[in-house]
């Protein structure tokens, strides 16, 4: 048997003991482990998965990028997710719409349909990597796939182990399994399981189940749930933010829902990038949980976002993209035929000065990113303490178009902790330890509207890209901190008078409004949602936090 597996071995110094792949009755005759980007190139280009297999088939952009496609689902599916109820998490887990109970049974069906079919493609994918940049904390993370596009994503996510580093810490167990069965339907007869998709994690066993859905983020962003719930435990705060550092060593996290800014934003060619979405903070500082980047691609061009515009070259993956034309394989980021949510993923050092090892001491600013699609929110203001404990909870932001399954416009929304998705545990339990780490570093708080000005959407406009930029440079080096501050009513915020290369009268939103009554209007039904939201934390929250709340 080993034989046999071996002979079939694209590389056979990256052979994976048998008996991690028997283990789980995995018995597929050719086994490709984290194989050179070359050769999933190759293996792609046979790849028979795609809508239209004439013209997309294993396809490499004009810029040397790999190109692929997802099939029916384009974005994650957070209402098919599930989580093994048992007596290890029924206590602990923050039960609800965003954990939904499956029982073990159907999990562990789920995974013998899922393995059954990793046995009978042509190819069974091994990726191993580590999840977290710090030596102390980090995760031995191993994918089973069946495409090489999912292969070659995962190697860009998570953090390349070396020869040695794989040798040494991949060849017996890990620390969590993924079986991507993502071309094979969920069994909707199944006890707990919603529809053709599912995304199935098992907490206490350490696996995750993914059939029906071959959206290439809901892997990476099932490393990240899987963080949230084991890091805490170890005193490390996890969050969904970017973060990035200047040239004196400050680091700024900067947290948002999908679509906010997180990567946009954390491209900065004044600072060193260490990371688009996903990070740690523990005792010594701060820490990237990936090793790539995941960006969206709408509408990209070189002259507003260059750094990520030139990531789209040799080793990156475009997913979902079309083409300018079939032959030039130029692709046309305004085409959003196939979704909104176009993307291209990339390993970090692809941003010219990424951070190598990606770590950072404790953050100096921290920007909740909202894109408010009322319209009312300053582009920036300072957070006291409290109020940033307020905002952390309430998460307030809109949903993109695409990112989600269903969401085709911008809908407002409250997110806990901003990625309430991919929280396993209460909300709260995060919160506080944001609160005691920020309090203990002396960080400020930001809260930075990427959203609309002028009027709610499809009145007013998207804040634009400079100014946001503008402001984030004048919190960079002080200017804000150090100036003078207006009371902005209703939610009780201070924005700042001025700052450089940014026209003043769009300091305050109502400037911006033809119409000031329907602003004010505008501004208490939000804070009316904000009051309304906050309520089902009222309990767990102290006087404090809850009072730094709007006033209507
Ligand atoms: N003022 C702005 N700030 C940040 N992003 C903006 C702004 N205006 C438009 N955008 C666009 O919004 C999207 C933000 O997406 P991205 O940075 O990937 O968000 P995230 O990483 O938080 O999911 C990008 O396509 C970006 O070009
Ligand atoms: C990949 C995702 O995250 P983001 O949009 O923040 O990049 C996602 O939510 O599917």
């Known amino acids: 048997m080993l034989h046999h597996l071996r002979k079939y071995m694209y590389n056979t110094t990256k052979a994976l ?11 597929n005759a050719t086994v490709v482990r984290n194989a050179s980007t070359p050769e999933l190139y190759e293996i792609a280009a046979m790849d028979p998965l795609s809508p239209d297999p004439e013209t997309r088939q294993g396809s490499i952009s004009s810029t040397g990028a790999m190109v692929a496609y997802s099939g029916r689902r384009t ?22 719409d965003v954990n939904i109970p499956i029982p073990k049974k159907s999990h562990n069906l789920l995974e013998q349909i899922a393995l059954q079919f990793l046995n009978t493609r042509p190819r069974l994918f091994v990726v191993d990597g580590y999840a977290g940049w710090d030596p102390h904390s980090r995760l031995r993370i191993r994918v089973f796939c069946t495409r090489a596009y999912h292969a070659l994503f995962m190697q860009n996510m998570l953090i390349k182990p070396t020869t040695e580093e794989l040798k040494r810490d991949f060849s017996d167990d890990v620390d969590f399994h993924i079986f991507n069965a993502g071309p094979m339907s969920a069994p909707k007869l199944v006890e707990g399981v919603g529809s053709e998709t599912c995304v199935s994690v098992n907490l206490t066993d350490k696996k995750m189940v993914i059939l029906g859905t071959q959206y290439a983020g809901e892997m990476k962003k099932g490393v990240f749930g899987v963080t949230h719930y084991m890091l805490p435990k170890q005193g490390i705060l996890t969050l969904h933010s970017s973060a990035n550092e200047g040239v004196n060593g400050d680091v700024t996290l900067l947290f948002g829902l999908s679509g906010t800014g997180k990567t946009t934003l954390s491209a900065d060619p004044k600072r060193k990038l260490i990371g688009d979405d996903e990070h740690g903070w523990s005792d010594l500082g701060i820490f990237n949980i990936e090793g790539g980047c995941y960006a969206k691609c709408v509408d990209l061009t070189y002259e507003k976002e260059p750094e990520i515009y030139n990531a789209v070259k040799f080793g990156a993956v475009l997913e979902n993209v079309e083409f300018i034309s079939k032959d030039s394989r130029q692709v046309d980021y305004h085409n959003i035929s196939i979704t909104e949510n176009t993307r291209v993923s990339y390993p970090l050092d692809f941003i010219p000065g990424a951070k190598n090892p990606a770590l950072g001491s404790h ?22 303490p409290e109020q940033a404990m307020y905002h952390f909870i309430s998460g307030y932001t809109a949903k993109v178009a695409g990112t989600e399954m269903g969401v085709k416009e911008p809908v407002a929304t409250f997110s806990a902790c901003f990625g309430e998705a991919f929280l396993p545990l209460h909300p709260t339990l995060y919160a506080t330890m944001l609160a005691d780490k920020m309090k203990q570093h002396g960080t400020k708080c930001w809260l930075i509207n990427t959203g609309w000005s002028g009027g709610k959407y499809g009145v007013g406009k998207r804040m634009s890209l400079k100014n946001t930029r503008s402001i984030i440079d004048a919190i960079h080096s002080g200017e804000l901190a150090n100036g003078q501050f207006d009371n902005f009513e209703v939610f009780n915020l201070q924005i700042p008078k001025r700052a450089t290369g940014v026209p003043d009268q769009i300091l305050h939103p109502k400037n911006t409004w033809t119409n000031k009554a329907e602003f004010d209007r505008t501004l208490r039904n939000l804070g009316d949602k904000f009051k309304k939201n906050f309520q089902k934390y009222q309990n767990k929250a102290s006087p404090e936090v809850i009072n730094a709340g709007p006033k209507i």
């Open 363 to 384: 953050p100096q600013n921290i920007l909740f990113l909202t894109c408010d699609a009322y319209g009312v929110l300053p582009p920036v203001s300072l957070l006291t």
């Open 17 to 27: 003991p048998l008996e991690q792949l028997t283990r789980w009755g995995l018995h």
């Open 75 to 96: 974005g994650r599916s957070p209402k098919d997710k599930r989580v093994v109820l048992d007596e290890q998490t029924e206590q602990e887990i923050w039960w609800g």
